[in-house]
């Protein structure tokens, strides 16, 4: 079993930064994949970005590319997703994941996901 805790989330202006964070805990951390997803009124949930939990390798939505990036504190059993030169059209609730998996391929479909947090609002204003 995995629980994972979001927090940082908030109202910022377009333009600006945010990071959030999931602290996660329950068990061993070798073999798990970690994802953020997003969900908008209205729409589906949807890929942002993941990380292998030891390997590194990440991958990101081509929306986010190049403005966000995930990271992980191995010490602190954390994942960080920061935001910068939000929009928008990035206002959702961002949902943390994990993925118990024996690859170092990181998935980007939720249904692959196995835990998901509560979730934390972000909301950005024009």
């Known amino acids: 079993q995995v629980q994972l805790v979001e927090s940082g989330g908030g109202l910022v202006q377009a333009g600006g930064s945010l990071r959030i964070s999931c602290a996660a805990s329950g068990r061993t951390f070798s073999r798990i994949h970690m994802g953020w997803f997003r969900q908008a009124p209205g729409k589906e949930r949807e890929f942002v970005a993941a990380?292998?939990?030891?390997?590194?390798?990440?991958r990101y939505a081509d929306s986010v590319k190049g403005r966000f990036t995930i990271s992980r504190d191995n010490a602190k059993n954390t994942v960080y997703l920061q935001m910068n030169s939000l929009k928008p059209e990035d206002t959702a609730v961002y949902y943390c994941?994990?993925?118990?998996?024996?690859?170092?391929?990181?998935?980007?479909?939720?249904?692959?996901?196995?835990?998901w947090g509560q979730g934390t609002q972000v909301t950005v204003s024009s």
């Open positions: 994941a994990a993925r118990i998996v024996w690859s170092d391929v990181v998935t980007t479909t939720p249904g692959l996901y196995d835990y």
């Open positions: 990380l292998t939990w030891s390997g590194g390798s990440t």
